[in-house]
């Protein structure tokens, strides 16, 4: 049933009209920021349309054919040979393809093609879900769209993607889009708090745990509503990148120590802690844009560090308007830079001493 998933009431509308006036699409394209449940949603819509006891329009949640159609056994990222088929459910007739690497193999598109062709064996409709379609590279989608061009009417393709854009025009023009929006942090505070999060179980490798209130809170506003995301962060981990990073603001804002700041930079690179580089980074833009939201008088509800407000308001009380752009402005012409060959320490050196004379 819709009601279990979380968020995006005008999607559940939008596919309750078409299940209740049995004007599902031969072809549907899920579009939307990753971890907000397009997937999720996908299958729900698989369920509600081969449910043997169905409430209403939608499935029940309780047959044996809506406990199957969830239940997907995963071959290793690693297996070439079991990614150019079809990847199918307990039940005979939901199957998806998964990408192998970053793309998702023609092979895969072509065992599609096959199967959309036979009649459902045991619901009323097969349904294909493509995972991550806009890693359909070229022969994948001209093989994919033989099938688009003339679908069987039990056949339903639902194509689950964050940049639709990267899809052929022919095939965006053969499919009905459904637009997901990023969820609000109280909907992802309260999931994490104690929704049911069983769903979530394939969300990119993430395990559900037990979270505090706190972090709770923390994950949902760092999530940018993605509840993929939230699952997928380590609120320990930040909070500890957050403190190096709010001292290199410090330094920025408070003190002018360039010293510091150098040290920051030092450590910044160190070898043991080069898988934070970029995360860190992201942590002081993070910082940045919320010092800049204060300094602005805007609604300080939209933080993103709301648990820290009282250090950023010290911040900010001493950061001129326009700096926090020109700090923002620094760091991205620094991440251009990674494109080429460059002594990453000596251009740390330069981004922070750079920031600290803006």
Known sequence: MFDRLIGNQRVKETLRRMLATRRVPGALCFAGEEGVGKKLFALEVAKALNCRTPAGVEACDDCPSCARIERFVWPSADDRDAHKKLIWSAHPDVAMARPYNRAILVDAMRDLEREANFRPYEG???IFIIEDAEKLNEAASNALLKTLEEPPATTHLFLVTQRPAALLPTIRSRCQTVRFSPLAAAEIEAYLLGGDRSSS????????????????????????????RALATDAESYRRQREAMLDVLGALALT????????????LNDAKRKDEYEPRLEVLENLIHDVWTIALGANTEQLVNPDVLDQLKKIAARTEGARPARWLREIEQHRQGFAVNINR??????????????
């Open 124 to 126: 009323r409709a097969r």
């Open 201 to 228: 179980a394939d969300r990119k490798g993430a395990k559900v745990k037990k979270i505090s209130q706190d972090d709770a809170r923390l994950l949902a506003h760092l999530s940018r509503g993605s509840i993929g």
């Open 256 to 267: 002018n120590d360039r010293a510091r700041l150098l040290r920051a930079a030092e450590e």
């Open 345 to 358: 320490k000596a251009a740390t050196d330069a981004l922070f001493l750079s920031m600290a004379s803006q």
